[in-house]
């Protein structure tokens, strides 16, 4: 379904398109990929209507794609979200993000006293439990953290 929002995004010429974006996530998803930038065209449409979803966001990278690791980090944020690879005005490639059965070194603890958080060189490690709710455990301290802690946990945030 077409939106006014939606048909003044510009199409890209080369790039990716991150569509299926949870509603106002779309910026944390720029934080993942440390945008925006000098070089890189973007665009963004926010709370979009979807027919899959109540509503999204969607975020237009000229001249970029993701690296792996940027993808699932994506998927912490937005489970649902997809990648479409642009060359020439072309789908290449579309994916979806998948969420990884270990998080490793992307959040912190929410637990002050655990290991992660002193001066042990110990890096952040958490088991996926479940997908949709998120709900991740720290491997070290058993901690269960939702949505909402992964996103304060964020580093980059
Ligand atoms: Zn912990």
Redesign the pocket.
Known sequence: MKTPMELKVKPIKNGTVIDHINANKALKVLKILGLPSPETGLTLAMNVQSSQMKSKDIVKIEGRELASREVDEIALISPQATINIIRDYKIIDKGKVNLLKEIKNILT???PN????TDEPVK?RFIVLNNEPLTLR??????IMDQDDVETQFKLF
């Open positions: 603890c929410s637990n655990c290991i992660t958080n952040s720290c491997h070290y301290c058993e901690r």
